[in-house]
Each structure stands twice: as structure tokens, then as C-alpha cells.
């Protein structure tokens, strides 16, 4: 509910704060979303009575429907950079730093992974740490990053961040292996015929 509310606050601003039905639209959109959720009216009503006694969320008021706002940066204590972040990771899941830069544009633009880097490592300093730095998955080459708004990142959430590719490499390897080895025995043939066409000479 929250990374919504501060989607779409910067993506459709026209239309927020978000009006119920509209927020378990984008709840349950299907795109820009990890893991892809269908909720109903009482699953969203729920979830924003919690936001809601935590500070995170309040009802916005002059509208005969009833609209709901976030408060993210100021509860959390985290500059506007950092709530884009946090949304980011919460509706996409864990990332690495490059990946939140592209997947962040439309809420911030940061200027290079560099700050992106930046505003992550504020975040995992903060008391409590607002994110968490994954172990490297195997065969990846960046660590990921997890929000803690929800509390601790599951063991099971981590191993789930290893890329595709990774399970890929050690096939890739051996294949890229077995091309190396058979270059080698054609470039071998190739030297002994040399060789013999020369004796033959």
C-alpha cells in the first residue's frame, strides 16, 4: 500500500491522493511489481488501518470519497531520494543499485549508481536501518538490496534473489569449456597436417 501511495503520488499526480479503489488497482496491476498481487477491498482496508496507526498513511479530507495520502518521509525521518528508494524496493523487491536507478526513474532521477549507492548506505546506517545489503548471490556480480520496513528479509527471499543467470553459469561454463577444448584439438589437427604436408614437400 505504502509504495504505491508514493508511486502514484509521483506518476499520476493528478489523480492523488488515491482514492480506495484506485489504490487496490495499483495494488494489483501487473506490471512494475514483484511479487504480482490480486487483492480485494478488505485485504487493502487492512493494511492501511496499520499504515494508518503507524502514521504512514492518513485520510486526505474535502472530497465526498475517501482518499488516503502517505507521510512516508517525514515518519521515517528519510529525504524524498530515499522514500523513491524504499518504494521501489517495496514493490519490486530486492535490487541491486543499478537496477533501482532504472527502476526508480520515474519517481527520481538519480544522477549516477554512485548516489544511488549513497542514499542506500544512509538508509542501512539509520537506527533502525531503513535497508539491508544481501549477501552476493552466486554467479552474480552486484549485491542486491532489501527493504526492513516489513521487519527482518526471510532467508528464503534471499536465496530468491540470485538472478537466472546465475543458476545458468555453471552450464554456460561447461559448455564455453567443451568449445575451448574442441578449438584446441582443430587448431592441433591443423598443425599436424601442416606439419606433414611440410615433410611431404
Not at 503507524?54 to 474535502?62: A, D
Not at 531520494?81 to 519517481?107: D, K, W
Not at 567443451?178 to 604436408?197: D, I, K, N, W, Y
Request: negative net charge; hydrophobic residues 45%; proline residues 5%.
Amino acid at each position: 500500500m505504502l509504495g504505491v501511495l508514493i508511486e502514484k503520488q509521483a506518476t499520476v499526480p493528478d489523480t492523488y491522493p488515491l482514492s480506495l479503489n484506485a489504490l487496490v488497482a495499483g495494488c494489483s496491476q501487473k506490471t512494475a511489481r514483484e511479487p504480482v498481487m490480486a487483492l480485494a477491498d478488505g485485504d487493502v482496508l487492512e493494511a492501511i488501518d496499520g499504515l494508518k496507526s503507524l502514521s504512514l498513511v492518513f485520510e486526505g479530507s474535502g472530497s465526498r470519497v475517501v482518499k488516503f495520502e502517505h507521510n512516508a518521509g517525514r515518519v521515517l525521518g528519510v529525504p524524498g531520494q530515499s522514500v523513491a528508494l524504499l518504494a521501489t524496493l517495496i514493490l519490486r523487491g530486492p535490487q541491486t543499485a543499478a537496477e533501482l536507478r532504472l527502476n526508480c526513474e520515474r519517481l527520481h532521477r538519480f544522477a549516477d549508481i554512485s548516489s544511488v549507492e549513497g542514499f542506500l548506505d544512509e538508509l542501512a546506517a539509520k537506527e533502525p536501518a531503513r535497508v539491508v545489503r544481501l549477501a552476493r548471490a552466486p554467479g552474480s556480480r552486484e549485491p542486491r538490496w532489501a527493504h526492513l520496513l516489513c521487519g527482518d528479509v526471510a532467508p528464503t527471499a534471499q536465496a530468491a534473489t540470485a538472478p537466472e543467470a546465475a543458476t545458468a553459469a555453471p552450464l554456460q561454463w561447461e559448455q564455453l569449456e567443451a568449445r575451448v577444448a574442441a578449438l584446441e584439438a582443430q587448431v592441433a589437427a591443423l598443425r599436424s597436417g601442416a606439419v606433414a604436408s611440410g615433410r611431404a614437400e
